[in-house]
T-cell receptor
Framework: DQQVKQNSPSLSVQEGRISILNCDYT??????FLWYKKYPAEGPTFLIS?????DKNEDGRFTVFLNKSAKHLSLHIVPSQPGDSAVYFC????????????FGKGTTLSVSS | NAGVMQNPRHLVRRRGQEARLRCSPM?????VYWYRQLPEEGLKFMVY????????ESGMPKERFSAEFPKEGPSILRIQQVVRGDSAAYFCASSLATRDEAFFGQGTRLTVV
């Protein structure tokens, strides 16, 4: 059973528009969430994170929103750029000793110019 | 400050052989995680280790797979008697502490022929 779900395998957006990537989780113990970006043949790189004590975290063009009651988070990229084209993974962890990040299956974002 | 180093980048093994994947964490990081990415799949957690200890191996297949992180030297993911289904990209990540973001290596792509 998947604890972290990214239900959209792919998303296509035009350059300059907003990209919204969604993530749902089932484990109510998760309290720390991260987004990673991955290019082909490379390892994932950390993008942005949010703790459950917040509902929003912003870093430049990237904003992550957390809705704890809905167990849902989203990553907004605005404006989208062609270089943002990559696979985006949502990850979550629980505040327990010895827990690793649990990843979703990823969403492939394509930004066209 | 070198990042997470994984080697080899590509590994080809015949069915029945052993595969050894190495991971040197970032300097100062004592937490190491192994993930596997199958084609068209997300990152699946395999094992979480600290120096000389396995913290969580709930994602490891029960047979043929083992991992270690000795006091000196890199972490090793060992797959005995490989089968075609083991073909995947194996990523190692390290972090300074349990709740810090993890930094990933570039992965080892294992192909079993």
């Amino acid at each position: 059973d998947q604890q972290v779900k990214q239900n959209s395998p792919s998303l296509s957006v035009q350059e300059g528009r907003i990209s919204i990537l969604n993530c749902d989780y089932t484990n109510s113990m998760f309290d720390y969430f991260l987004w990673y970006k991955k290019y082909p043949a490379e390892g994932p790189t950390f993008l942005i994170s949010i703790s459950s004590i917040k509902d929003k975290n912003e870093d430049g063009r990237f904003t992550v929103f957390l809705n704890k009651s809905a167990k849902h988070l989203s990553l907004h990229i605005v404006p989208s750029q062609p270089g943002d084209s990559a696979v985006y993974f949502c990850a979550a962890s629980a505040d327990q000793a010895g827990t690793a990040l649990i990843f979703g299956k990823g969403t492939t974002l394509s930004v066209s110019s | 400050n070198a990042g997470v180093m994984q080697n080899p980048r590509h590994l080809v093994r015949r069915r029945g052989q052993e595969a050894r994947l190495r991971c040197s964490p970032m300097k100062g990081h004592s937490h190491v995680y192994w993930y596997r990415q199958l084609p068209e799949e997300g990152l699946k957690f395999m094992v979480y280790l600290q120096k000389e200890n396995i913290i969580d191996e709930s994602g490891m297949p029960k047979e043929r797979f083992s991992a270690e992180f000795p006091k000196e030297g890199p972490s090793i993911l060992r797959i005995q008697q490989v089968v075609r289904g083991d073909s995947a990209a194996y990523f190692c990540a390290s972090s300074l502490a349990t709740r810090d973001e993890a930094f990933f290596g570039q992965g080892t792509r294992l192909t079993v022929v």
